[in-house]
């Protein structure tokens, strides 16, 4: 159960009503309030501002037990949430004062025309010389926003600002949301192109599968910085991380566990294939229609793939038949669509990674009686599997040395990095992967990328402190 506080502003007939009624009314409907401002005192009425802290699920109530009370007009009623997305949550601010003619005539015309021309003639300059080499748009098209679906652009938007601020405030990298009004392939491939010049690196969210397939690996083909799809490859690393922990909590090995993956889309196939390269063994995919097996045709390209590799099982059948005897279950479909009843029928010392967002597959409620360790993609439960753990310092290291590319060795690093945030006396079944807000999340991250990529010949600069 999830908690909001919300601001209530009310006007109070006092010929009908006295506060206590209001207070009650709150009370016994399960409110508890945490703070009144008096907004317009006043001897017949007055405007008060009641702030609350209710379960969401019986906001509503709250509103309505107090629209039914004689003498109360509900003004406006306000969370928290959204008052916090007023007017965007981002906004850019210049490096350096322009207080005269001077420095008017330094920062723009005249003198910006000579450092034009010396990046017109040395491209690389772009580097030293403007935000390239802090910059990372995020891009989406709105087709697959969290587990809301095609919600389109506009509404993606708050989503895309919210990667914009974690990039900044957890990594100081500069990322601006670019949220395009095109389903199109082919577009957006050119769109993203065209914009690429003043960017260091391409954060793709939030695009359905399969056209997220294509559209990555031609942007990284056609264009030398990094292009990185944060559902797949993000969530991949964050996943490997949290499962190398929850395994040594449970004393089970990668290459023994049978996995089941719900939700083959963008994030569930990138997390197969890094389950595959980090050694597991017993692989059941699982989509709307039920398991992908071996052996099986499929006209999705990454389905096809996945049917061709020897550790994925040929049993087919569907969520509730392939779970039984599942020492690991991993969700990235859509919420509710995980029984307690299924989850009973797993192996011992099970675990479930339920990352549908923001309502996964089973409510923590119901699996934690049921499970040996359990994570959500959500930040008010522990064990929080989410892919921002990922991007802020992938994309660090990246723009540090100024990579081509984030290839498999660097994502396997970042992996090993997170995981090792936790210690092996921290380490338990509510503590298998680190707050995004322990530092040394990003700076491990950071360091682990910089390494790999100056391994695999990825990096264009060795950064001073390396
Ligand atoms: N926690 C995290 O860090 C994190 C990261 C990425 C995605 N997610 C979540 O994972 C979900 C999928 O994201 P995506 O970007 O891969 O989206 P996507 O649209 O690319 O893929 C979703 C897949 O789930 C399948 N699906 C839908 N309902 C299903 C069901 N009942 N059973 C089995 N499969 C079903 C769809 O057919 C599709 O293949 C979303 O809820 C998203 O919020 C979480
Ligand atoms: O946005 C998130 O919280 C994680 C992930 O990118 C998602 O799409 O759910
Ligand atoms: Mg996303």
Not at 51 to 58: A, L, P, W
Not at 64 to 70: A, C, K
Not at 310 to 337: H, M, N, T, W, Y
């Amino acid at each position: 159960m999830a908690f909001n506080s919300i601001i209530l502003r009310l006007e109070l007939d006092h010929r009908h009503v006295h506060f206590g009624n209001v207070a009650s009314a709150i009370s016994n409907v399960g409110g508890d309030i945490t703070s009144i401002d008096v907004i317009r005192p006043g001897q017949d009425t007055s405007v008060r501002d009641i702030t609350i802290q209710v379960s969401d699920q019986v906001e509503a109530q709250v509103v309505e037990s107090l629209r039914q009370l004689p003498g109360v007009q509900v003004v406006n009623v306000s969370d928290r949430t959204f008052l916090a997305h007023l007017g965007g949550k981002i906004s850019i601010y210049p490096k350096l004062p322009v207080k005269n003619r001077d420095d008017l005539s330094r920062v723009y015309t005249p003198g910006v025309a000579r450092v034009c021309t010396a990046i017109h003639e040395s491209p690389e300059k772009a580097y030293s010389l403007t935000v390239k080499r802090n910059t990372v748009a995020v891009v989406t098209d709105g087709t697959a926003v969290l587990g809301l679906g095609d919600i389109g652009p506009a509404a993606a938007a708050p989503v895309m600002e919210g990667k914009a601020m974690l990039f900044k405030q957890l990594a100081d990298v500069d990322a601006f949301p670019i949220c395009l009004d095109t389903k199109d392939t082919e577009e957006i491939i050119r769109i993203v192109k065209a914009i690429s010049p003043i960017f260091g690196g391409i954060n793709l969210e939030d695009i359905s599968s399969p056209r997220c397939f294509e559209i990555e690996q031609r942007l990284s083909a056609e264009l030398d910085i990094p292009i990185f799809h944060d559902d797949q490859h993000g969530t991949a690393v964050v996943v490997i991380a949290g499962l190398i922990n929850a395994l040594m909590v449970v004393g089970k090995q990668m290459d023994r566990i049978r996995v089941v993956v719900n939700g083959i889309g963008a994030a569930g196939v990138s997390i197969c294939k890094m389950l595959l390269a980090a050694g597991v063994t017993r692989l059941v995919p699982v989509d709307r229609e039920g398991a992908i097996i071996r052996g099986g045709k499929y006209s999705h390209p990454m389905w096809q793939w996945l049917a061709e590799q020897p550790q994925v099982e040929d049993k087919s059948g569907k969520l509730k038949d392939v779970i039984q005897d599942a020492d690991v279950f991993i969700g990235v479909s859509r919420g509710g669509v995980l029984s307690g009843e299924d989850v009973s029928r797993m192996a011992e010392n099970r675990i479930v990674f339920a990352m549908a967002n923001p309502d996964p597959e089973i409510r923590p409620e119901e699996a934690l009686p049921l499970v040996r360790v359990f994570a959500t993609g959500r930040s008010d439960y522990p064990n929080q599997i989410n892919n921002v753990l990922v991007f802020p310092g992938i994309f660090r290291g990246a723009l540090d040395c100024r990579a081509r590319a984030i290839n498999e060795s660097m994502k396997l690093a970042a992996a090993r990095a997170i995981a090792a945030v936790v210690s092996d006396s921290e380490r338990n079944e509510h503590y298998i992967i680190p707050s995004l807000f322990n530092e040394q999340v990003v700076s491990g991250v950071r360091k682990a990328v910089i390494e790999a990529a100056i391994a695999t010949g990825q990096s264009r600069r060795i950064p001073p402190d390396f």
